[in-house]
């Protein structure tokens, strides 16, 4: 017998909404600490071990039912072109948008 698969506890909407956020603020933390680097002369990085991020992605790894990580694969280490593909490569993804994302680890991973 097939198991079910679980649905999602977050909507799509909020989902990709948290992702933006992330970036959003990622991005205001790199240009803060490259302001940083202009008055001082030592190497100054704000943001790094943010616990309020690192609180959101756990929240949105166990919502989403993220047991392979893509979440942060798709924040920190995803190619540019952002795809995956099933171990014998039949098959391919292209997950550039946070939407398809949400698509691919609620309908796709088990």
Do not use: H
């Amino acid at each position: 017998m097939k198991q079910m698969k679980e649905k999602p506890m977050i909507s799509k909407d909020t989902f990709c909404k948290a992702l933006e956020l992330i970036r959003e603020q990622e991005s205001a933390d790199i240009d803060f600490s490259k302001a940083l680097q202009k008055v001082g002369d030592g190497c100054f990085v704000f943001g790094v071990k943010n616990k309020y991020q690192e609180a959101l992605l756990l929240v949105l790894a166990e919502a989403m039912n993220d047991k392979y990580e893509y979440i942060s694969w798709w924040l920190y280490d995803a190619t540019d072109n952002y795809e995956v593909s099933l171990p014998n490569g039949d098959k391919k993804w292209c997950l550039k948008e946070p939407g398809a994302l949400y698509d691919f680890i609620a309908n796709e991973c088990d």
